[in-house]
């Protein structure tokens, strides 16, 4: 049986939703990703481009940072790592988790939420951070996707 950690970033609780249901239909641990800043609804808006998302997701060096760790990350195999889609890539949150630890030999595969934007170039810009893994294809979620469909989609990388 493998270990499985289910870590999420989620800034409006939508991601949360999913990385919840996804964690009851795989076994996994559940783990929040927490910024040591949390996001107001100001830094949020994107069509602001002074606004703390814009600013840094058009810095792909931006490495916001966050609270808390992984307490025995070393004894996960398969990390699903959530988030919601920002400019067709995961959040630069995301990056700074994955850069936290040592990933050699795990098996890392995105999900993401959005209500109609797709994975774009998400796993181009995580590739970076997840030295010596696995990085497999993601798939984004709509925030109603039911358990059957987590399941069926989850199945080949827990086996």
């Known amino acids: 049986m493998k270990n499985i950690l289910v870590a999420y970033f989620s800034a409006t609780g939508v ?18 990703i927490e ?15 002074n ?10 060096a931006s490495r916001p940072e966050i609270t808390g760790i ?16 920002w400019w067709y890539v995961a959040p630069t949150i995301v990056n700074t988790f994955l850069e936290g630890y040592a990933l050699k030999g795990k ?8 209500g109609i934007s ?18 497999k294809e993601g798939k984004r979620f709509a925030a109603d996707v039911n ?3 987590l399941k069926a989609w989850a199945a080949p990388f827990i086996k």
């Open 51 to 60: 606004s703390r998302s814009s600013v840094e997701m058009n810095d792909r």
């Open 147 to 149: 358990e059957a469909e």
């Open 107 to 114: 098996t890392v595969i995105p999900f993401a939420t959005s």
């Open 35 to 49: 910024p040591q800043t949390p996001y107001t609804e100001a830094d949020l808006d994107w069509t602001k481009k």
């Open 70 to 85: 992984v307490e025995g990350m070393e004894k996960y195999d398969v990390i699903f790592v959530g988030f919601p889609i």
């Open 118 to 135: 797709g994975m774009g170039k998400t796993n181009e810009r995580l590739a970076p951070s997840c030295a010596g893994a696995a990085l």
């Open 15 to 32: 991601t949360e939703a999913v990385a919840e249901r996804l964690s009851q239909v795989v076994g996994g641990d559940l783990y929040r």
